[in-house]
């Protein structure tokens, strides 16, 4: 994490194409090559950013009271990852600000950027499964599968269903449209117009949609 926050603060100060990965591994204290052992280009070294705060709003979900609904669980993860002050400090936000600036300007980044996003739903579709599967006295279970080798029976999660993977897609947009259309204004990240703010109002937007639950 720490090349990532050495890679965010010279994109931040510097700008993307004025930084270099030598650059970054030079603020971060190691060599080059160490830098290479880890990263394959300068745009993926803020990836671990990127997917701190997707994992910060994912797990919320998971930790969300077990008697809230979907819907109730995903304004509660909201509220704690992206009010200021309680998942980010209201100075990080202006880095996330920055951050998601140069992903919209730069098609290298903005890879790093969907990827993560990408990874988040596919999370977020196994949280939904399990609380849906919690809320109706279910476990979520697993197919076993002979090993090819040993013969042993091995466990695989059973497979989510696609109308959770739907479910997560949309609360994942919800979130990040939110996030992005902020960036692209200069409003606090506080307040009516803070990514909280907007991100709520998507998740009122698609009230009716059918999250999995009966």
């Known amino acids: 994490m720490e090349i990532a926050r050495a890679a965010a603060a010279l994109f ?3 700008g ?16 080059p090559r ?14 671990p950013l990127y997917a701190a705060g997707a994992e ?21 993860a909201v509220h704690q990852t992206l009010t200021p ?16 600036r140069l992903a919209d300007a730069s098609p290298a ?4 950027w969907a990827e993560v996003c990408q990874s988040s739903e596919r999370t977020l579709a196994e949280i939904l499964a399990e609380r849906l ?24 999660p ?24 902020w960036s692209t204004t200069t409003s606090p990240p506080t307040g009516p117009t803070g990514p909280a703010a907007l991100a709520l109002q998507n998740l009122e937007a698609v009230g009716e949609f059918e999250w999995g639950e009966e």
Request: proline share 7%; net charge neutral.
């Open 56 to 76: 910060r709003w994912t797990q919320a979900v998971r930790e969300a009271p077990p008697a809230l609904t979907v819907p109730e669980a995903l304004r509660h």
């Open 158 to 181: 059973a497979p989510i269903p696609l109308h959770l993977h739907f479910a997560a897609a949309v609360a994942g947009a919800a979130v990040r449209v939110a996030v992005e259309s």
């Open 85 to 100: 002050g309680l998942g980010v400090s209201v100075s990080s936000w202006e880095w996330v600000r920055t951050l998601i």
């Open 109 to 112: 980044l903005r890879k790093v």
């Open 133 to 156: 599967s919690v809320s109706r006295g279910q476990t979520v279970s697993a197919d076993p599968d002979p090993d090819p080798e040993s013969g042993d029976n091995v466990a695989h």
């Open 34 to 47: 160490t830098f290479y052992r880890y990263f394959a280009s300068k745009e993926e070294a803020v990836a």
């Open 12 to 14: 931040v100060r510097q």
């Open 16 to 31: 993307l194409r004025a930084t270099r990965a030598e650059d970054i591994a030079q603020a971060a204290g190691i060599a």
